[in-house]
Structures are given as structure tokens and as C-alpha cells.
């Protein structure tokens, strides 16, 4: 007989971990309206797809520059207090830029020196956000509880871009950038009523630099970390980003800001499904082996949707581009959080950031190259190539990403008591 509700949803059972979830679900896709009407707005100001991807050098600096400290940061200090100040100071960036457009004073470089300081809060924000939601449940419900918060990013990606595209259609340009700055506040108000006993707090006697050097010698050490970093960089570089989206839905499919919220959309239908899947599924026992297959079918599907000319067909491809992103990203997610060690995690988690969003966003600069050099199609086919390429050389070379079968380990009697702690 089945089970209700599926054993998936168990970490939603505890009380910190759902004012966490919640309250990211609703800060997550106001994240999404603002990032498609950041990118409608620039290319609407700039007119070049150049400058367009341009803004992904200024995504992609701070995270290179401050993400490991970010992460060494979010090993040191209570990991809450750090999400507090990150969560409001991005309030304040989003009702500037907002400011800046409905008064008509807004130049396509505040977008880029907006963008750089976004970028820097999420250095130290997006570490101390993966360091803190596996303290939230027992260690034996992190694999659910990996696959629940990836549905954070993909629910966001789902709702939000169709929402800007709404708004900027029916509204203005302006409207999603308070939407978004409003949208804070949910996970504001859910870390404030939190309640994470005080045995979560680590306090390191080290300094930074030792740290810092401390964790790259950890992930270094390791015979999986290095493999799945460069994995994702590669995916990062060469997959789709908000970038390419943008010129397709404009300039290869013909299509206005709401074609562009469906296309991205699309994307985010797929990649729920494919968590859908995950949380059904349950454990997955070899988690390298089915990471690389999803690496496969991602490949495949981004090759094809270069060439499609059809709206309707496109909109399909993205699903399944979405689907295959999806299991990919929670798989290599829950590679990285298992073979981390607690007090290295946020050093890990930051290197996994810098190489999923700091090279997705500077892979917006060789979107524009490539874009101008061999047209958006004969980008994304590039990426598809240089995709399949990687996954090739892991497949036959990565043995010991492509054979991992480790599985969710037992919760400490430590961990399991801190979870009670923060049961409903």
C-alpha cells in the first residue's frame, strides 16, 4: 500500500526546515521575476547581444573572488545571522534598480554595477543557505531533503519568469524589481521564527587564510569532489543561460518578453518533474552513473533545440532540457553533500558555486561571442558538442564519479538531536 505523504516529504515534517523551504520558495521565484526582467531590460537598453552577455562578467567576478571566503565564512559563524544580513542587503538592490527604471534614469551600466553587488551579497549568501538547510534534518533525510530544496530553484524558475513576463508586458519594466525586493521578506520572517539550538554554531579558532587553504586541500584530497567540479563547470560554460534564451526567444523564434517567461518556464516544468521523479524514486543507489546519463540527455536535447524553428517544439525541447538539468544538478548536489564532511561544508558548497552560477554567468560572455561570430543556433550547438564531449571523457575516464553508490549515511546521534530540536 502506498504511503501518504511519500516518505520524499518527510524533511517537511520538521518545523525549521519547512519555514526554511517556504519561505524560499516564495524568495526563490521573486529572484527568477527579477533576473528575466533584468535581462529583457538590458537587452532593450543595449540592443547587442555582446553587451547583453556582458552583464555575466559582472554575475561572475564576485563569485570567483568571494565565494570561497563566502563559504569559510559560513564554516565560522552562526549560519542564520549570516542569511539575515544577505537577505535584506538584496532588498535594497532590488528597490534601487527599481527606482532607477521607473524614474527613467536607469543606463544599461547601473544594470552591470547592480548586478556586481547582487553578485557579491550571493558569494557569501548562497554557501551560508547550503551549509545551513542539512542542519535543519536528521543526516539519514538529506538525500529528500537535497531534492526538496533543488524543487526551490525549479519552482522559482517555473513561476517566476512567467510572472515578469506578465508584468513587464502589462505593467512596465520597473514592476518586478520591487515584486522581488517584497519577496525577501518570506525568508526573512521564516529565519527569524527558526529555532536552531545553539550546538549549530561552530566558532572557528583558525584564521580565514588557513581556512580557506584548509578546505582546498580537503576538496583536492578527495576522489570525487574535483571530478564533479569540473563536470559542472562544464556544463556551466556551455548549457543554456538566461542569455541565450533571451536571444532565441527574441531574435530565432520571434517571440515577445511573455514568449520569453514560456520558454524559461518550460524549463522550470521539466526540471520539477524531474524532482517529481527524484522524490518518487527515492534513493538512487548509483547516483554517478545516473548524473552522467542525465549529463547525456541534456546534450542530446540542447543539439536539437538549436535547430528548431518552432515555438510549440521548442517549448517541448526546453521541458525535457529542463528534465534532464534538473536530476543532473540534484545528483551532483547530493554527490557534493554527502562526501562533505560538516565542517567543510560551506567551503565545498562554495566551490560548487563557483563552478555552477559563477561560470553559468560568465558563460553569458561566450554566449555573446559565440552568438556573434556563428549566430545563437551555432552557439547552442557548440555548447551541445563541447557538453558531450566532457561527458565522454567522464564516462570512460571518471571512474570513480561514474561508479559512486554511496548512500544517505546515518544521522549522528549529534545531528538527529539537533533535527528533534527543530521538530514540529
Not at 540542447?302 to 534532464?324: C, E, N, Q, T
Not at 543556433?377 to 554511496?406: E, H, N, S, Y
Amino acid at each position: 500500500m502506498s504511503r501518504f505523504p511519500p516518505p520524499g516529504l518527510a524533511p517537511l515534517g520538521h518545523r525549521n526546515y519547512a519555514l526554511y523551504w517556504v519561505g524560499q520558495l516564495v524568495s526563490m521565484s521573486g529572484t527568477w521575476i527579477e533576473l528575466t526582467a533584468t535581462s529583457w531590460l538590458l537587452y532593450q537598453l543595449t540592443d547587442s547581444p555582446l553587451l547583453l552577455g556582458l552583464n555575466g562578467v559582472f554575475r561572475a567576478a564576485p563569485i570567483f573572488a568571494f565565494a570561497l571566503i563566502g563559504g569559510t565564512v559560513a564554516d565560522r559563524v552562526e549560519r542564520r545571522r549570516l542569511l539575515l544580513i544577505t537577505q535584506s542587503s538584496s532588498v535594497v538592490t532590488s528597490l534601487l534598480l527599481g527606482t532607477l527604471v521607473v524614474t527613467g534614469h536607469v543606463a544599461f551600466w547601473h544594470v552591470y554595477l547592480i548586478s556586481l553587488v547582487n553578485a557579491t551579497i550571493a558569494a557569501f549568501d548562497a554557501p551560508g543557505r547550503q551549509s545551513l538547510f542539512p542542519m535543519l534534518v536528521p543526516r539519514g533525510q538529506l538525500q529528500n531533503a537535497i531534492t526538496l530544496n533543488a524543487m526551490l530553484f525549479q519552482t522559482g524558475q517555473l513561476v517566476g519568469p512567467a510572472i515578469a513576463g506578465v508584468l513587464i508586458a502589462r505593467v512596465n519594466v520597473a514592476a518586478p524589481f520591487f515584486v522581488n525586493a517584497v519577496s525577501y521578506f518570506a525568508i526573512i520572517a521564516a529565519l527569524l521564527a527558526m529555532r536552531i539550538p545553539p550546538v549549530a554554531v561552530r566558532l572557528s579558532r583558525g584564521s580565514i587564510r588557513s581556512e580557506l587553504i584548509g578546505g582546498l586541500r580537503y576538496v583536492r584530497a578527495s576522489t570525487v569532489l574535483p571530478l564533479v567540479l569540473v563536470m559542472e563547470a562544464t556544463f556551466s560554460i556551455f548549457g543554456h543561460n538566461q542569455a541565450l534564451m533571451t536571444i532565441f526567444a527574441r531574435d530565432v523564434l520571434g517571440a515577445g518578453p511573455e514568449g520569453l517567461g514560456v520558454l524559461l518556464s518550460s524549463i522550470g516544468a521539466g526540471a520539477i518533474a524531474g524532482m517529481v521523479v527524484l522524490l518518487l524514486v527515492g534513493d538512487i543507489r548509483r547516483k554517478g552513473a545516473f548524473m552522467l546519463a542525465s549529463g547525456a540527455l541534456y546534450a542530446s536535447v540542447l543539439l536539437v533545440f538549436a535547430w528548431s524553428r518552432s515555438f510549440p517544439l521548442s517549448v517541448a525541447l526546453l521541458a525535457v532540457l529542463g528534465f534532464a538539468d534538473a536530476t543532473w544538478g540534484a545528483l551532483r548536489n547530493a554527490i557534493a553533500q554527502l562526501v562533505a564532511e560538516d565542517a567543510y561544508r560551506g567551503r565545498v558548497m562554495s566551490l560548487i558555486l563557483i563552478a555552477a552560477r559563477g561560470l553559468t554567468s560568465a558563460s553569458q560572455v561566450e554566449t555573446g561571442v559565440a552568438t556573434a561570430l556563428f549566430g545563437a543556433p551555432g552557439a547552442a550547438t557548440i555548447g551541445a558538442l563541447a557538453i558531450g564531449g566532457a561527458l565522454t571523457a567522464a564516462i570512460t575516464r571518471g571512474k570513480p564519479l561514474r561508479d559512486f553508490t554511496a548512500a544517505s549515511p546515518r544521522p549522528p546521534a549529534a545531528q538527529a538531536a539537533m533535527a528533534a530540536g527543530g521538530e514540529s
